[in-house]
């Protein structure tokens, strides 16, 4: 049984007001699936973008080289397709081309059959009023359950 390998992307959820989110595979070559397994991959600065014959990319997602791989190792930041039904790929490219909406990866993680899964939402950038309420709204909260902790 393997650990389970949970990578976040903590910053997204900050910077972007999630709408929608879906589950894609990712299509992985050579020893990335192991790199993932040891949790060496980040999604922090990655995002989704479409190509010209529709396919859904995620783009600036790092997973660090596989220590025991020898030529055949794969490149860190290459460009990785997303694997999605196409009646999701179609309404997705529509939100973003008509609406002006982003697709941000959201959390990386594996299945209990070992495949490596990507969770990507649906979003639209806050501005930086939205952005000082949440981290107000955070602050009351964590105020509150303190409060509440002292007199139980």
């Known amino acids: 049984m393997q650990p389970k390998i949970n990578i976040r992307n903590k910053k997204a959820r900050f910077e972007y007001e999630i709408l929608d989110t879906y589950v894609a595979g990712i299509q992985l070559t050579g020893t990335e699936i192991k790199s993932i397994r040891a949790s060496k991959?980040?999604?922090?600065?990655?995002?989704?973008?479409?190509?010209e014959k529709g396919e859904l990319f995620a783009i600036n997602m790092f997973i660090e080289e596989y220590i025991n791989g020898n030529i055949y190792n794969h490149k860190?930041?290459?460009?990785?397709?997303?694997?999605?039904?196409k009646r999701e790929l179609k309404k997705l490219q529509k939100e973003v081309q008509n609406v002006g909406l982003t697709i941000v990866p959201l959390k990386l993680f594996l299945t209990d059959k070992g495949w490596a899964k990507l969770e990507i939402g649906l979003a639209k950038g806050k501005k930086l009023y939205d952005k000082r309420e949440t981290l107000k709204d955070r602050d009351s909260k964590r105020n509150l359950d303190r409060i509440k902790k002292i007199y139980k």
């Open 41 to 51: 991959a980040r999604i922090t600065e990655s995002f989704c973008e479409f190509n």
């Open 76 to 85: 860190p930041k290459s460009e990785r397709r997303l694997l999605l039904n």
